[in-house]
């Protein structure tokens, strides 16, 4: 009646530092749970139309529960480096914007921001983040 486990298993041992091993890098959709009322978010308007043109949250990212932020535009942005910081490029945006919104195009009734983390916690060599991504839909108030 003795335990002797499995051949071949040998003996389990467990490793104290397995536990505080920072979570590795993986780039891929988050697919657990995520906290929604963890997340703060905010809208950005339109500096001449007064619309909502973007979208910014920031909250424990659901993998590596590490602080992240992520902005995104609430517009379908064809043709524009939409991601870019380039003040140029916002500029073209932001007039594009409101070309459209004059010829009554408006922002979606729920903002899907597209989160990708970018905690500053070190998961791997020179990459950002854990590499989750995640949606989060923003209702805004009225
Ligand atoms: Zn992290
Ligand atoms: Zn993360």
């Known amino acids: 009646m003795g335990n002797e486990g499995r051949p071949g298993a040998g003996p389990q041992r467990q490793s104290p530092v397995a536990a505080?091993?920072?979570i590795g890098y993986s780039n891929a959709a988050w697919l657990g749970p995520v906290d929604v009322a963890s997340f703060t978010s905010w809208i950005k308007r339109?500096?001449?139309g007064n619309f909502a043109i973007?979208?910014?949250s920031r909250g424990p990212c659901p993998r590596c529960l590490h602080e992240t932020q992520g902005e995104d535009w609430l517009w379908e942005l064809?043709?524009?480096v939409a991601a870019s910081d380039d003040t140029d490029v916002i500029?073209?945006?932001e007039q594009e914007l409101l070309n459209r919104y004059d010829h009554g195009e408006r922002p979606?009734?729920?903002y899907v921001n597209r989160m990708?983390?970018?905690c500053d916690q070190p998961h791997a060599p020179d990459k950002e983040g854990c590499g989750a991504r995640w949606?989060?839909?923003v209702v805004p108030r009225p």
Do not use: T
């Open 54 to 56: 973007k979208v910014r």
């Open 108 to 110: 979606p009734a729920v």
């Open 135 to 137: 949606d989060l839909s």
């Open 20 to 22: 505080s091993n920072p």
């Open 116 to 118: 990708v983390c970018s």
């Open 46 to 48: 339109h500096p001449q």
């Open 78 to 80: 064809e043709g524009f």
């Open 91 to 93: 500029a073209d945006i």
